[in-house]
């Protein structure tokens, strides 16, 4: 299928475009309506129920300073990441537009039918946090889009969200109402299904020539810059993203503190492996990205519970190591012997430490007491009541630890037939000579047009790793 392909999607493109966004116009008539804290009626009647006074009681208050670091998350900080490539900046932000603009409609509907689906009046009702969760639903497929970076046209891309926003929402609805696990950060249910399924699609989207586009498959000196500025808005952010659905009080206070502790002990143990890594000792941009964010992932579990401060290093100490280890090594691993192209190491930034994170946190669970949280404490903390109130802390460690198991097979199951779907030659794709290049899918200003071979130095993996 190479160099048939052909790029050209004036017809593919506008058409999904138009048409998802008609049908988000008809099923958000059908379906969608303002909850009681953001219809006018509504609050004015819940006021008098609940006997409130002030509208600073408003949900809205609590929520609106998470939420918009999670936005600036989703929008700046993944799309900023995906700017390292030295000819797919433009791709890399833009098409993260894209897809995260489509898929938190998308996710408002799907979360909507599954967790606030009226069954009287048929229907879904939203407020400042079904925001917050669409927004964490798009981050499961942007995880994956880094995977595919480069190698797929953006009519696959919304495709690759439209299914992993549909995925995501049952395995988060198995995983969080079913087995209910606690999981406010999703190391499980965003980041070990997002990587997983990244990877499974571009495992079955295997290029056996790319090579033939691996001069553009690295960075030049001001990409890697702008990838950096990506990399400090979700280092910064990460506590917001942690907490930002956790319980109000102690439990977002506490998820914050675990979240900010773990972060920095890992930007030190990131920063060592990175320089230990290299014959000269010199530091490598790619790991200090991307691995000195593992520690949020690997805290989206259990930095809602009574992890500790210590504990919460520990788990950043570890993840600085594990991630970084992870980019020098286990990258150029899975592509040499797995066939598994992983542009921008997601494996080692998602799914590994997502996993991670799902098993520390069924630990931290397991290891829960009465004495340590309070009677009261350990029911608000893990939801233990209603038909859950005689879950023991084991039980529910065990539980932790399955719904960790059910987003990989999701991840992994879901990722390989979607990539079956993606192999259809209708959907515009560059071929293998011209992927990891802006041209194909973008009107680029006339400047640039030759990069200056003083500039070019291939990271990511390339040149530098022929022969482990």
Same mark, same amino acid.
């Given at each position: 299928?190479?160099?048939?392909n052909?790029?050209?999607?004036?017809?593919?493109?506008?058409?999904?475009?138009?048409v998802?966004?008609?049908?988000?116009?008809?099923?958000f008539g059908?379906?969608?309506?303002?909850d009681?804290?953001?219809d006018?009626k509504?609050?004015?009647?819940f006021?008098?129920s609940h006997?409130?006074t002030?509208?600073?009681?408003?949900?809205f208050y609590f929520?609106?300073?998470?939420?918009q670091d999670v936005?600036?998350?989703i929008?700046?900080?993944?799309?900023?990441l995906?700017t390292?490539?030295k000819?797919?900046s433009?791709?890399?932000?833009?098409?993260?537009?894209?897809?995260?603009?489509?898929g938190?409609q998308?996710?408002?509907?799907?979360?909507?039918?599954?967790?606030?689906?009226?069954?009287?009046?048929?229907?879904?009702?939203i407020?400042?946090e079904?925001l917050?969760?669409?927004?964490?639903?798009?981050?499961?497929?942007?995880i994956a889009?880094?995977?595919?970076l480069?190698?797929?046209?953006?009519?696959?891309?919304m495709?690759v969200?439209?299914?992993?926003v549909?995925?995501?929402a049952?395995?988060?609805?198995?995983?969080?109402d079913?087995?209910?696990?606690?999981?406010?950060?999703?190391s499980?249910?965003?980041?070990?299904f997002?990587?997983?399924?990244?990877?499974a699609i571009s495992?079955?989207?295997y290029r056996?020539?790319?090579n033939?586009s691996?001069?553009?498959?690295?960075?030049?000196?001001h990409s890697?810059?702008?990838a950096?500025?990506g990399?400090?808005?979700l280092?910064?952010?990460?506590?917001?993203?942690?907490?930002a659905?956790?319980?109000?009080?102690?439990g977002?206070?506490?998820?914050v503190i675990?979240?900010?502790l @773990? !972060?920095a /002990?890992? *930007?030190?143990t990131?920063f060592?492996?990175?320089? =230990?890594?290299?014959?000269? +000792?010199?530091l490598?941009m790619?790991?200090?990205q991307?691995? @000195? !964010?593992a /520690?949020? *992932?690997a805290?989206g579990t259990?930095?809602?519970? =009574?992890?500790?401060p210590? +504990?919460?290093?520990?788990?950043?100490?570890?993840?600085?190591?594990?991630?970084?280890?992870?980019?020098?090594?286990?990258?150029?691993?899975?592509e040499k012997?797995l066939?598994l192209?992983?542009t921008?190491?997601?494996?080692?930034l998602?799914?590994?430490?997502?996993?991670l994170?799902g098993?520390?946190?069924?630990?931290v669970?397991?290891?829960?007491?009465?004495?340590?949280?309070g009677?009261?404490?350990l029911?608000e903390?893990?939801?233990l009541?209603?038909?859950?109130?005689?879950r023991?802390?084991?039980?529910q460690?065990?539980?932790?630890?399955?719904?960790?198991c059910?987003?990989?097979?999701?991840?992994l199951?879901?990722?390989?037939?979607?990539?079956?779907?993606?192999?259809f030659?209708l959907?515009g794709?560059?071929a293998?000579?011209?992927?990891?290049?802006?041209?194909?899918?973008?009107?680029?200003?006339?400047?640039?047009?030759?990069?200056?071979?003083v500039?070019?130095?291939?990271n990511?993996?390339?040149?530098?790793h022929?022969?482990?």
């Amino acid at each position: 299928v190479s160099s048939a392909n052909n790029t050209y999607i004036r017809v593919s493109l506008p058409a999904v475009c138009f048409v998802w966004q008609i049908a988000m116009v008809i099923l958000f008539g059908v379906f969608i309506r303002y909850d009681e804290e953001s219809d006018e009626k509504g609050w004015h009647e819940f006021k008098r129920s609940h006997n409130i006074t002030s509208n600073i009681e408003n949900d809205f208050y609590f929520r609106y300073p998470s939420f918009q670091d999670v936005h600036v998350m989703i929008f700046v900080g993944f799309g900023f990441l995906m700017t390292f490539l030295k000819r797919y900046s433009f791709g890399g932000v833009g098409f993260n537009f894209l897809i995260a603009a489509f898929g938190l409609q998308w996710a408002l509907l799907m979360q909507g039918w599954f967790h606030s689906l009226d069954p009287v009046t048929g229907k879904i009702t939203i407020g400042i946090e079904s925001l917050i969760n669409a927004d964490f639903c798009c981050a499961g497929s942007l995880i994956a889009y880094g995977a595919l970076l480069g190698k797929v046209s953006p009519v696959q891309l919304m495709i690759v969200t439209l299914f992993g926003v549909t995925l995501f929402a049952v395995e988060e609805y198995i995983i969080l109402d079913l087995l209910h696990c606690r999981d406010a950060g999703g190391s499980m249910v965003i980041h070990t299904f997002g990587g997983y399924y990244g990877l499974a699609i571009s495992w079955v989207l295997y290029r056996p020539n790319l090579n033939l586009s691996k001069r553009l498959n690295g960075s030049v000196y001001h990409s890697d810059l702008f990838a950096m500025i990506g990399a400090l808005f979700l280092w910064m952010f990460w506590p917001s993203f942690n907490s930002a659905i956790t319980n109000h009080g102690a439990g977002q206070h506490r998820t914050v503190i675990n979240t900010y502790l @773990s !972060l920095a /002990a890992c *930007v030190l143990t990131t920063f060592a492996i990175s320089s =230990m890594g290299q014959k000269k +000792g010199k530091l490598d941009m790619v790991h200090i990205q991307n691995a @000195s !964010l593992a /520690a949020g *992932v690997a805290m989206g579990t259990s930095a809602e519970f =009574m992890i500790t401060p210590y +504990g919460s290093i520990i788990v950043g100490f570890c993840c600085g190591i594990i991630s970084t280890f992870g980019y020098l090594y286990v990258t150029p691993f899975l592509e040499k012997r797995l066939k598994l192209q992983d542009t921008c190491g997601i494996h080692n930034l998602h799914a590994v430490p997502g996993m991670l994170g799902g098993f520390v946190g069924a630990i931290v669970a397991a290891a829960a007491t009465e004495e340590v949280y309070g009677k009261e404490g350990l029911v608000e903390t893990f939801g233990l009541s209603g038909k859950f109130e005689n879950r023991s802390m084991s039980t529910q460690g065990a539980y932790q630890a399955a719904g960790t198991c059910v987003a990989i097979a999701f991840g992994l199951v879901g990722g390989v037939c979607v990539g079956f779907i993606l192999r259809f030659p209708l959907w515009g794709d560059p071929a293998d000579d011209f992927c990891f290049d802006d041209e194909a899918y973008w009107e680029l200003p006339e400047d640039e047009e030759t990069i200056p071979p003083v500039l070019e130095y291939n990271n990511h993996m390339i040149n530098k790793h022929q022969d482990t």
